[in-house]
Every structure is written in C-alpha cells, then in structure tokens.
C-alpha cells in the first residue's frame, strides 16, 4: 500500500489528465461542429396578381459563436437552379454577434414540391458545406376580408421582397431553439404587412398641406373585424401625432404599435391593427367580434407620420400575444382578400401625398393579396 499522501498524488496526476483529455476532445469537436441552417417556418406561399411567390427566411448563428464567411448560397428545385446569391443579412446587435439572415422570395410559375438550400462557408479556415430541404405545400392562403368597409386605398409598403416591412424588424435578440437545434433571430414577422392609405377619387392623399390629421382621406375611417375572432391586446391612450412628423417618443415593445387592436382569429393566428386613433377603439380584451365588425377609427398614433393603418397576420411561436410583446418572435401569416377592385399601381414621386404614375389596370380580383404600391378599391 503507497503512503496516502503518494496515492492521493498520483490520483490527482492521473484526473488532471483525464479532465485535459476531455477539454481537448471537446475543444476539438467544437471546432469541427457545424453551425446550423435554420429555417425555422414552413414557407408562406403569396398569392399576388400577377405573381405567385414562395416566401421564407433562412437564419444562421453558430452556437459557438466563430465568425462565419459565407462563401456560396443557393437554392434548387431538382436540378435547376432557382437562386444563386450569398447576399445574406448580418447583424451585430448588443452583445449577440456572428448572426445572418437571409429572405427569400421566388417567383414561380409552377410550386415546386422540395426545394434544396445549399450553404457553404468557411469557419477558422475549415469549409462548411450544409444541405437543407424544404417541402413546399401549396396550401390555400387564410381568406379574410378587408379591414374596411368601403374606400380607396393606397397599398404602402405591400407584399414585395423589398417593402420596408420585410426587412424591417429583425435587429432583436436571437434565442436558441432546442426544437430546430439552432439559434433563431427576430422572425420577419411583418412580411405580407401593409399600411393602408386612404384616397379620394383622385388619388390624393390629403387636402390643403396635409399639416392636420383630418387633412387626409383615411382618418377616421372605421376599422373593421377581418374575420371572427376574440381580442386579446387593446391600447388606446397614446395621442396622435400631427403630420408630417415623426414623434420624439421612444416606444417601448408594448407601445411601438400606438394605439392598436390584436385580434386572434384562431389557430394562433393574430390580425394586428395598428396606429388607431385615441379614444376610438371599440373594443375590450376578452369580446367576441364578427367579421365587418367596427372595432376602431383609422388614427396616426404611434411611430407614424400621417394617417395610415398597419395591419398584418402573424401566428404566435414561442409566447402567446398576451400583452402585444412577443411579436418579434412571430410567423407573418400569408392571407389573401375575398374579392376587390384593382385599380392599378401609383408611386408618389414628387412626396407630395398624390400618386402621379398610375398603370391603371382596373378589374375585379378574387382571392389575391394586393402588392406594394397597389391601389385597389372596397365596397361591402
Ligand atoms: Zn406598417
């Protein structure tokens, strides 16, 4: 038997080796794993009148945080190649760096039924390559009606793969999904987002200078129930702006919307109504509303310049909506409109609240979603 102080000795020797045996190994495997690709939703299919689009996000963050350069990306169907771009968005953001984003949006004549992504990058001079196929189902959109009863409206800011809402709202903080084994960023929550615009007939948003809320077409307008559903999140205490000022407030999550309605409509899917008029909503978390019914007036409250509603679909991911916070981490749901009018396309270029160039391409449409820029009319 070895004298005590010997043994412990030796046995303190030979753990030391075991616990630099392990570090090796595991510095070793985590320089060699790869980083994940993550395509967190299934991908949204636009339904727009003279397109049919597959929309969806690719988020990328290694969990060791390394840097990543990414070398090639591409996406194919079989054997042709759809995309072909290593454009992806990077963020720095607080103290969570090394993340990339990418939105997609194809045109497609045909759906196909797989689409195959392909990544490669380079990590510490190793090359990554990473595959990753997607089923594409070619499900009907949710048909909804429009958020109001009757008017012209200027589709701002629209369905398209470069509207100011799709690349909008991903600086948040990422989170690890243990689910999809990989770190999810801000999800693009308000990809089929539109401000909705009211016109008169000649496509004027606004008399005199447009320097007063009552100045333009669409205040005040009633808001209306897009389908049945229940509230679940109300604000109705935050003044409007006047335009065309942006307000010096800086909002928090819960107010960023002004004052505003979220409406679950079923299956964890929320209309979001936001930038209402204070004072006008009509409605309590709890009620019980009907498609068409009144549940507020069109207002400029919030993060807003002029007159204008924000409305969208989103389904709920990690946390419900209970209090209007967790929608950075939500599905932009793909809908489209029972039956409107299309007037056609108006761009503003002057800035000076009429639309000079309207590609007037009038007719009826059944069961599409507007595009950017589109100016379509209502009448229930
Ligand atoms: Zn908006």
């Known amino acids: 038997m070895l004298p005590v102080s010997f043994n412990k000795m030796r046995n303190t020797a030979t753990m030391k080796k075991i616990i630099l045996a392990i570090l090796l190994i595991c510095t070793l495997t985590n320089l060699s794993a790869q980083p994940k690709m993550v395509i967190p939703f299934e991908p949204q299919i636009f339904k727009g009148v003279n397109r049919t689009s597959i929309v969806y996000e ?11 350069a990414i070398e090639e990306f591409n996406i194919k169907s079989k ?4 995309l072909n771009d290593l454009e992806f968005i990077s963020y720095d953001f607080k103290a969570d760096t090394n993340r990339f984003l990418k939105n997609i949006w194809i045109d497609l004549d045909t759906l196909p039924t797989v689409l195959t992504n392909t990544l490669k990058c380079i990590i510490n001079g190793k090359e990554f390559v990473i595959e990753k196929d997607i089923t594409i189902k070619d499900n009907v959109p949710l ?40 770190f999810i960023l801000g999800y693009c929550n308000q990809r089929f987002a539109i401000d909705w615009i009211g016109l008169n007939d000649k496509y004027q948003f606004n008399k005199n200078e447009g320097n007063a809320n009552r100045d333009f ?4 307008k009633d808001v209306v129930a897009v389908a049945d ?3 679940i999140w109300t604000k109705d205490s935050i003044p409007d702006n006047i335009p065309p000022n942006y307000p010096d407030s800086i909002y928090a999550a819960e107010t960023a919307l002004g004052n505003c309605v979220l409406l679950d409509i079923g299956n964890d899917i929320v209309a979001f109504y936001a930038h209402l008029k204070p004072g006008s909503i009509r409605v309590v978390i709890g009620d019980k509303v009907k498609a068409g ?16 509603l924000h409305f969208d679909l989103r ?4 946390e419900p909506f209970t209090n209007g916070l967790n929608r950075y981490y939500a599905q932009s749901v793909s809908y489209v409109f029972n039956t409107y009018e299309l007037i056609g396309t108006g761009i503003d270029e002057n800035e000076d609240g009429e639309l000079e160039k309207i590609e007037k391409n009038k007719r009826i449409v059944n069961q599409k979603l507007p595009e ?9």
């Not at 054997?79 to 759809?82: G, I, M, Q, S």
């Not at 389904?315 to 990690?318: A, D, G, N, V, Y």
């Open 143 to 182: 048909v909804i009606r429009q958020p109001f009863k009757e008017g012209i409206w200027f589709m701002a800011g629209g369905p398209s793969d470069s509207s100011y809402h799709r690349t909008f709202s991903q600086k948040i903080q990422s989170k690890y999904d243990t689910d999809l084994g990989g």
């Open 372 to 380: 950017s820029n589109e100016i379509i009319i209502i009448s229930h």
């Open 217 to 220: 077409y669409g205040y005040n």
């Open 229 to 231: 559903g229940k509230v």
């Open 293 to 308: 019914d009144i549940i507020g007036k069109l207002g400029n409250s919030g993060p807003s310049t002029g007159p204008h």
């Open 58 to 68: 690719i988020h990328l963050k290694d969990s060791l945080n390394r840097n990543i």
């Open 315 to 318: 389904k709920r991911i990690i």
């Open 79 to 82: 054997n042709t190649l759809l």
